[in-house]
Structures are given as structure tokens and as C-alpha cells.
């Protein structure tokens, strides 16, 4: 790479896009020479803030650029797979947002055309690189909460509403790729309902039950349709239970000391245990500070230096989100029936 910088180009400049261009621009090691959106205003509004990005409606000129090094693509979900082969194809590196594509067939083809060209392909799960769900993974790792008995993720608000995809697709990727990341799997099976309120298209809501090995169960409530916003992960192990809560700039991880125990008393009559819950401290510790959106530019930025595979964000990574969203949204189609994930 002729250029000490890796140059960026961003397609699409709606909600994430400019935020990438942001953090792109800011960091030491890359320099954003293009964005692209159909909508021109956009583009000026962009332009305004970044004097040295030039902005186009015609995606094609990024990707036929021969100074731009790697894309970051921001578009709609549905234009992701097309995006992201056309991308490859023309020799950039990739970062796409979640999710990876809209089947796994189409992850497959996009993760074997990364690895024939040498390109990076990354997804951008960027909960992966918030310190509060890193110390979530350290707790499992260490032992010190215990075998996992379930977890559950609540991710609610009243919109911002889309008419691309349903809240499943837009919000639950999150969850699932940090649930994956926690219990280092892919579910077993997974179970879900979803409702239409607001129009009949598209679920403005829906609830999905995931079983992982362990066997460890974990639910996802995801809503559009909700007074609170919420953005919470609760952790429940035979020693300790954990909260994280990642509008809660304070203290964003409770670690509470509770567990429940079985005494040595025989019940004659019913050949039982009793159960007795044990109280302890909660614990607030202190979580290190950053921009998730920063620590996963840097480590895209990273990877394409070291010509190294995005192992906690790769394609296959971005596989596993999408074969569990199918699974899903194939569950919530049969009334919540059990679904494997093939």
C-alpha cells in the first residue's frame, strides 16, 4: 500500500454513515476521500462538516477509485449483499454494517469471495467492542458468575421506525451477536413471536428464545412500540448475577452477590432440597471509557495492516447472526414454533 494512510470510502449517509465518516476522518491511520448517498442533501450536509470529502450519488465512483483502499458500507439492509460482492469484486476491503446480508447463502458467497481475494470482510457488531459487554465475557470466562443458568436482552424504544426490514432484523442482530460472543456459539434451536401494530408489513415487536449449549437459554425482547428506552442485558449463574445497562453512563455493569442454595435438610415426606436464596453486595465496577465506534475502526484499520482475519467480527461471525435471524423470523411465520439453526 503506496499511501501511509488507508483511505476510506463510505457508501450510504444516512444514520451511521456520517458517523463512520467521523471516526474514519479522526483516526491516525486512514483518511476518508469519497461518501456516496442518493440523496444530495445528505451529501451537502456532509460535506459542510467535512471539507475534504467529496461526496458523490454514484456509488460506483468509490469502488472504481484506485486510492480508496477499503469501503465502509452504511446503505440499507437490503443493498448490503449486492454492495459488499461488488465491493470485493473491484479489490477494496470491507466493512459492512449488521447485518451481513439477508440469507446465509449470501453470507457464504460473500465470506468465499473475501477469502479468495484476500480482502478483509468485517461486520460491524459494534456492541463487540463495548467495554461493558467485554467485561460481561470476562466474568463468564473467569468462572466467577457460575454456570449460566439463562440470560435476556431488552432493546426497546418508541422508533426510530424503518420500513426496510422489521424490528427483528433491525435491532436483534445486536443481541444475537452479543450472545454468540458471550457464549462463544451459535444456537441450538431458537423459538419466536412477532406482531404487526402498526402496519401489515413489517413486526413492529417481537420476543425470541435461543437455546445455546450447556444448556444456557437466552431471550431477546426487540420493539419499536415501547414508552422506555431501554438497553439492557441481564446474566443469571449459580454464583453471582450480572447486569448491564448501557444507558447508564455511571455505572453500566452491576455485579450483584446473589445465588441460591440447597440445604442438606431431607424432606421425608417430599424427598426434596430446600432452596434457600443467599443475599449478598452488588458491586459497581468501574468499565474503561471509548467509543465502541472508534475501537471497531480501529481494529478494521488494524486488520488490513496486519493482513489478519477480523477473528471477533468476521464474515462467519456475520454468518451466525444471519442464520439465527432466519431461523427466527421462520419461527415467528409457524406461531412460534422450535426451530434448529441449520
Not at 183 to 210: M, T, Y
Request: hydrophobic share 35%.
Amino acid at each position: 500500500m503506496a499511501s501511509k494512510f488507508i483511505n476510506i470510502g463510505v457508501i450510504g449517509c444516512g444514520h451511521w454513515g456520517p458517523n463512520h465518516i467521523r471516526i474514519f476522518s479522526h483516526l491516525a491511520g486512514s483518511k476518508v476521500l469519497m461518501c456516496a448517498d442518493p440523496d444530495s442533501s445528505r451529501l451537502d450536509a456532509i460535506q459542510k462538516t467535512f471539507l475534504n470529502v467529496r461526496g458523490t450519488k454514484n456509488y460506483k465512483e468509490i469502488l472504481n477509485h484506485p486510492d480508496i483502499h477499503a469501503v465502509c458500507i452504511a446503505a440499507p439492509t437490503d443493498l448490503h449483499y449486492s454492495l459488499t460482492k461488488e465491493a470485493l469484486k473491484c479489490g477494496k476491503h470491507v466493512l459492512c454494517e449488521k447485518p451481513l446480508a439477508m440469507t446465509p447463502e449470501e453470507c457464504r458467497e460473500l465470506k468465499r469471495l473475501a477469502d479468495q481475494s484476500g480482502k478483509v470482510l468485517m461486520v460491524g457488531h459494534i456492541f463487540l467492542f463495548n467495554a461493558g459487554i467485554v467485561r460481561l465475557k470476562e466474568y463468564i470466562r473467569s468462572g466467577e458468575l457460575g454456570k449460566i443458568y439463562y440470560a435476556y436482552s431488552t432493546r426497546t424504544n418508541l422508533g426510530p421506525f424503518r420500513y426496510d426490514v422489521n424490528a427483528l432484523w433491525d435491532l436483534a442482530p445486536h443481541d444475537i451477536s452479543i450472545f454468540n460472543y458471550l457464549f462463544d456459539s451459535c444456537p441450538l434451536n431458537v423459538s419466536g413471536r412477532g406482531q404487526k401494530c402498526l402496519g401489515e408489513s413489517l413486526e413492529d415487536l417481537a420476543f425470541a428464545a435461543l437455546e445455546y449449549p450447556g444448556p444456557v437459554l437466552a431471550n431477546v425482547h426487540v420493539s419499536w412500540l415501547d414508552p422506555k428506552k431501554v438497553r439492557q442485558i441481564t446474566i443469571v449463574g449459580d454464583k453471582k448475577m450480572v447486569v448491564w445497562d448501557d444507558l447508564d453512563n455511571v455505572g453500566p455493569i452491576k455485579l450483584y452477590d446473589k445465588h441460591v442454595e440447597k440445604t442438606k435438610t431431607f424432606y421425608e415426606t417430599y424427598g426434596e432440597f430446600q432452596l434457600l436464596s443467599k443475599e449478598g453486595s452488588i458491586t459497581i465496577p468501574k468499565v474503561g471509557v471509548g467509543e465502541p465506534l472508534k475501537k471497531q475502526g480501529e481494529y478494521f484499520l488494524k486488520c488490513i495492516t496486519d493482513s489478519s482475519e477480523p477473528e471477533l467480527s468476521d464474515a462467519q461471525k456475520g454468518l451466525d447472526v444471519v442464520r439465527t435471524l432466519c431461523a427466527i423470523q421462520s419461527s415467528m411465520g409457524q406461531n412460534g414454533a422450535l426451530v434448529t439453526v441449520s
